[in-house]
């Protein structure tokens, strides 16, 4: 009976451990993250946005640290201001919550007050409120 259970046990941890993402190396997430930012900084409109959306995933399903992409902030934060479609935009505001640094968040909110774009500003007022929500601290901006 007991080999049963450990048995049990065996498949279960093996089964759990196997399901966890394979994280990549130091060297490979500095080179990764490099390679966004220079994708984020490039003069190609769909480079902006794939590379903005490809930093989100990556943080969002436990591959990168938020630590390990946070070299990308201030592209994030230029084309978040910058960007010439609001498609780009909208990916580097989605970017910049899923970093998760004060100084993106509160960007974030002041596109969602003052941006004239309705569309890129109604998608940073829910990041905006769902990163407070989430982390339960205090709105800065209110709407």
């Known amino acids: 009976m007991k080999a049963f259970f450990f048995i049990v046990l065996l498949l279960f941890s093996v089964q759990t451990l196997s399901a966890q993402p394979a994280g990549f ?16 900084n490039s003069e190609n409109t769909g480079l902006h946005t794939s590379g903005a959306i490809v930093l989100a995933d990556l943080i969002n399903e436990s591959y990168m640290d938020r630590g390990d992409a946070s070299k990308a902030m201030i592209p994030l934060l ?3 201001k910058n960007g010439e479609t ?3 935009r909208i990916a580097a505001a989605v970017a910049l919550y899923q ?27 829910n990041l905006y409120y769902t990163y407070h929500t989430l ?9």
């Open 25 to 40: 190396s130091a060297e490979k997430k500095s080179a990764i993250a490099n390679n966004l930012v220079k994708a984020i």
């Open 78 to 80: 230029r084309l978040l």
């Open 86 to 88: 609001e498609k780009e």
């Open 99 to 125: 970093l998760g640094n004060p100084i993106g968040i509160f960007q974030l909110g002041g596109v969602a007050r003052f941006d004239d774009n309705k569309k890129v500003a109604a998608v940073c007022k």
């Open 135 to 143: 982390n339960g601290t205090e709105y800065l901006v209110s709407f």
